[in-house]
């Protein structure tokens, strides 16, 4: 069982360039979340789904998208890199519903934007 | 929105000493609280939980933290610290009547713990 998995552990991008950051879990969770970490900042969401095929926006969404077409797999989509995507970038998922469920943390993309 | 407050950034202790973390949020309406662990390069762990109940909560690793309804607060405390609790430390909120679960986290604080 690995739980969260995410890659790549770290990535250089120039302006401009595009990727996509992979998030995977294996424990049948329905609820996966993006998070962003800036330095000296706690963790703002980007998106989330509840569930295959139903995504939403987050608190930070601009210059990201996101797909679910399975259970486990969420990737996040940078189309044009800029500056200020610089950050680490977590991945979480979660079983059921509302807040009662502990959301379980990938080890996080460490992406730098030159 | 919810907000999270945590007034220490970094932390420093020798081993042996007491810890107490700050953490205060605003929101109106009822909350789920959470202290998460970041031990360096590694990921987010939940450290411990509140939902409903006895305050006073037990983590894992000899963590406690007390929820004060009235301060809005929730610390996290630890009678005598060890060099393995150097880590990044975030507090968190979620709204309990969400179906989302969506977390709200503070800054983190930065303890480093000398041998």
């Known amino acids: 069982n690995a739980g969260v998995t995410q890659t790549p552990k770290f990535r250089i991008l120039k302006i401009g360039q595009s990727m996509t950051l992979q998030c995977t879990q294996d424990?049948?969770?329905?609820?996966m979340y993006w998070y962003r970490q800036d330095p000296g900042m706690g963790l703002k969401l980007i998106y989330y789904?509840?569930?295959?095929?139903?995504?939403d926006k987050g608190e930070v969404p601009n210059g990201y998208n996101v797909s679910r077409s399975t259970t486990e797999d969420f990737p996040l989509r940078l189309e044009l890199a800029a500056p200020s995507q610089t950050s680490v970038y977590f991945c979480?998922?979660?079983?059921?519903?509302?807040?009662?469920?502990?959301?379980?943390f990938g080890p996080g993309t460490r992406l730098t934007v030159l | 929105a919810q907000s999270v407050s945590q007034h220490n950034h970094h932390v420093i202790l020798s081993e042996a000493a007491s810890l107490e973390l700050g953490c205060n949020y605003s929101?109106?309406?009822?909350?789920?609280l959470f202290w998460y662990v970041q031990y360096p390069g590694q990921h987010l762990q939940l450290l411990l939980k509140?939902?409903?109940?006895?305050?006073l909560v037990k983590g894992i690793k000899g963590f406690e933290a007390e929820f004060i309804k009235s301060k809005f607060s929730f610390n996290l405390r630890k009678p005598s610290v060890q060099w393995s609790d150097t880590a990044e430390y975030f507090c968190?909120?979620?709204?309990?009547?969400?179906?989302?679960?969506?977390?709200?986290f503070g800054r983190g604080t930065q303890l480093t713990v000398w041998p």
């Open positions: 929101y109106g309406g009822t909350v789920n």
């Open positions: 424990m049948n969770h329905n609820y």
């Open positions: 789904s509840v569930g295959a095929g139903i995504t």
């Open positions: 979480a998922s979660s079983s059921g519903t509302g807040g009662y469920n502990e959301q379980f």
């Open positions: 509140y939902f409903s109940g006895d305050p």
């Open positions: 968190a909120v979620n709204d309990r009547g969400s179906t989302l679960g969506r977390l709200y």
